[in-house]
C-alpha cells in the first residue's frame, strides 16, 4: 500500500514540474515576441564591379562633356544612360570626381544630382573645398537634391563661409530642401541685411525658413518685409505663408497680377506661388500666363505645373499656343512633368493640343518633348467611337436584285457603269 502511494505522489510531481516547465517556456515565448524588434543587421553594401568595358563606356559618355559645355538635349540622353548603367554607372561618376581633370566636374555633379544616390554624398561634400565657383555651386545644389541630412553641416559652412553669393545662395536652398532645423539660426543670420549684403542670400534664406516651419523665424520674416530689396519681401511673405500666416498669400497674388510692378516684382511673386501650389491661386497663375512679359509667363507655366487639377491643366493647354518659344518650353516641361492626366481628366483635349503642336512646332526641341508626352498619353485614351447606324436604315433590295459584286471586292457602280 505504501508502495503505490509512493508511487503515485511520484507520477503526480513529475506531472507539476512537467507543467511548470511548460507554462514557463510560454512565458518567455510571450516575452520574446512582446519584446520590440532588435536592430536588423545591417545589409551588406552591394559589391559593385567596373569592368574595363564599363570604364570604356563611361569614357565615351563624358567625351563631348571635356570639349565643350553640353546642350540641354546632350545632358538629358547622358543622364539616360547613367541611369541604365545603374550602380556601377554613379560609381564611375564617383571616381570621375576623384580625378584632377576639372573639364568634366561640373556636369559629372549634375548628372548625380539628378540619380538621387546617397553614396555620393561624401565625395559630393569634397567639392565644396574646389576653386571654381561652378563646381561649388552645382556641389551644393546637388545635395540638397539628394535630400541626405549628413550634408547639413557643410552646406551651413558654405552658407557662413563661402566668399560668392551664388555659392551662398544655393546653400540656404538646399538646407530648406533638407528641412535642416540645425540651419534655422545660420539662416536667420543670412536674412539680416546687416550681415548679408546679397539680396539672393537673403531671398534664398526667407524661402528656406519657411520650408523649414521653424516659429522661431516668424520675427524675423516679418522684419524682412520691410526688406528694401523687393525679392527679399516676396520671399518673406512664402517664409511666412510656409509658418501659417494665409494673409501673406493674398500679397502674393495681388503682386504676380500688379500691372503697374516691375517685371522681377511680378516673376518672382508668380513663383512663390508655384512654391506653395495653392489650388485657390489658380485663376490668378492662369491670368499671370497672358502677362506682357515671357519671363512671367514662362514661370506661371512652372506654377502651374504644380498644382493639380483640369483647370491649371486648362491654363497650360493655352499656353502651348503661346507666341514665345522659351514659354511654350517652360509649358510642355510642365506638363510632361504632371504626366498622364487620369482618365476623363482632359486627356484627350491635351492629346489633341500636343498633336497640333508637333505639327507646327518650329523648335526641334520643343518638338521632341511634345512628342514624347504625346505617345506616352495615345495609349490611355479609349478608342474613336464607331459611327453609329442610322436609326432607319432602308430596306435592302431582295437577292435576286442584288448588284454583283465586283472582283476585290463590293460594287460601287451602278449597271450602266457609271459612278453614282
Given at each position: 500500500m505504501k508502495r503505490r502511494a509512493s508511487a503515485f505522489l511520484v507520477y503526480s510531481l513529475t506531472l507539476i514540474l512537467l507543467a511548470v516547465g511548460c507554462v514557463r517556456k510560454e512565458k518567455e515565448k510571450e516575452g520574446e515576441e512582446g519584446q520590440p524588434p532588435g536592430p536588423s543587421p545591417p545589409?551588406?553594401?552591394?559589391?559593385?564591379?567596373?569592368?574595363?568595358?564599363?570604364?570604356?563606356?563611361?569614357?565615351?559618355?563624358?567625351?563631348?562633356a571635356r570639349q565643350r559645355e553640353l546642350t540641354d538635349p546632350e545632358k538629358e540622353n547622358l543622364l539616360a544612360a547613367f541611369l541604365n548603367l545603374g550602380k556601377p554607372g554613379v560609381a564611375c561618376l564617383i571616381n570621375e570626381l576623384k580625378k584632377p581633370d576639372l573639364d568634366t566636374r561640373k556636369v559629372?555633379?549634375?548628372?548625380?544630382?539628378?540619380?538621387?544616390?546617397?553614396?555620393?554624398?561624401?565625395?559630393?561634400?569634397?567639392?565644396?573645398?574646389?576653386?571654381?565657383?561652378?563646381?561649388?555651386?552645382?556641389?551644393?545644389?546637388?545635395?540638397?537634391?539628394?535630400?541626405?541630412?549628413?550634408?547639413?553641416?557643410?552646406?551651413i559652412a558654405s552658407l557662413q563661409g563661402d566668399k560668392r553669393k551664388r555659392v551662398r545662395a544655393e546653400a540656404?536652398?538646399?538646407?530648406?530642401?533638407?528641412r535642416a532645423k540645425e540651419a534655422v539660426v545660420p539662416l536667420i543670420q543670412a536674412l539680416d541685411p546687416t550681415k548679408e549684403r546679397k539680396r539672393w542670400v537673403r531671398r534664398s534664406a526667407a524661402e528656406a525658413l519657411g520650408l523649414i516651419g521653424d516659429l522661431q523665424a516668424k520675427d524675423p520674416l516679418m522684419n524682412a518685409l520691410n526688406d528694401k530689396e523687393t525679392v527679399v519681401r516676396v520671399a518673406a511673405m512664402f517664409g511666412l505663408y510656409k509658418l501659417g500666416?494665409?494673409?501673406?498669400?493674398?500679397?502674393?497674388?495681388?503682386?504676380?497680377?500688379?500691372?503697374?510692378?516691375?517685371?522681377?516684382?511680378?516673376?518672382?511673386?508668380?513663383?512663390?506661388?508655384?512654391?506653395?501650389?495653392?489650388?485657390?491661386?489658380?485663376?490668378?497663375?492662369?491670368?499671370?500666363?497672358?502677362?506682357?512679359?515671357a519671363v512671367v509667363r514662362s514661370t506661371a507655366a512652372e506654377a502651374l505645373g504644380k498644382i493639380p487639377g483640369s483647370e491649371?491643366?486648362?491654363?497650360?493647354?493655352?499656353?502651348?499656343?503661346?507666341?514665345?518659344?522659351?514659354?511654350?518650353?517652360?509649358?510642355?516641361?510642365?506638363?510632361?512633368?504632371?504626366?498622364?492626366?487620369?482618365?476623363?481628366?482632359?486627356?484627350?483635349?491635351?492629346?489633341?493640343?500636343?498633336?497640333?503642336?508637333?505639327?507646327?512646332?518650329?523648335?526641334?526641341?520643343?518638338?521632341?518633348?511634345?512628342?514624347?508626352?504625346?505617345?506616352?498619353?495615345?495609349?490611355?485614351?479609349?478608342?474613336?467611337?464607331?459611327?453609329?447606324?442610322?436609326?432607319?436604315?432602308?430596306?435592302?433590295?431582295?437577292?435576286?436584285?442584288?448588284?454583283?459584286?465586283?472582283?476585290?471586292?463590293?460594287?460601287?457602280?451602278?449597271?450602266?457603269?457609271?459612278?453614282?
Open positions: 545589409k551588406k553594401e552591394e559589391k559593385v564591379v567596373i569592368t574595363p568595358e564599363l570604364r570604356q563606356k563611361v569614357e565615351s559618355l563624358l567625351a563631348p559629372v555633379i549634375e548628372t548625380l544630382g539628378k540619380l538621387r544616390d546617397a553614396s555620393a554624398v561624401d565625395v559630393l561634400i569634397e567639392q565644396l573645398k574646389q576653386s571654381r565657383e561652378d563646381v561649388r555651386q552645382a556641389a551644393v545644389k546637388t545635395l540638397g537634391g539628394i535630400g541626405d541630412l549628413k550634408a547639413a553641416p557643410a552646406l540656404a536652398t538646399s538646407l530648406g530642401l533638407l500666416s494665409t494673409r501673406t498669400l493674398e500679397l502674393l497674388e495681388k503682386r504676380a497680377t500688379d500691372q503697374d510692378a516691375e517685371e522681377e516684382v511680378r516673376q518672382w511673386a508668380v513663383r512663390e506661388l508655384g512654391f506653395i501650389a495653392a489650388t485657390q491661386s489658380v485663376d490668378v497663375l492662369a491670368q499671370a500666363s497672358t502677362d506682357v512679359s491649371s491643366l486648362d491654363a497650360l493647354i493655352a499656353g502651348l499656343q503661346d507666341r514665345d518659344g522659351t514659354v511654350r518650353d517652360a509649358v510642355v516641361k510642365s506638363l510632361a512633368w504632371r504626366g498622364v492626366p487620369p482618365l476623363g481628366e482632359g486627356g484627350q483635349k491635351l492629346f489633341d493640343a500636343l498633336a497640333e503642336l508637333i505639327k507646327n512646332e518650329p523648335s526641334e526641341s520643343v518638338q521632341k518633348k511634345a512628342k514624347a508626352l504625346y505617345d506616352l498619353i495615345k495609349p490611355t485614351l479609349p478608342p474613336p467611337a464607331a459611327t453609329a447606324p442610322p436609326e432607319n436604315p432602308a430596306p435592302s433590295p431582295p437577292e435576286s436584285q442584288a448588284l454583283p459584286a465586283e472582283p476585290g471586292g463590293a460594287s460601287a457602280r451602278t449597271p450602266g457603269g457609271k459612278d453614282e
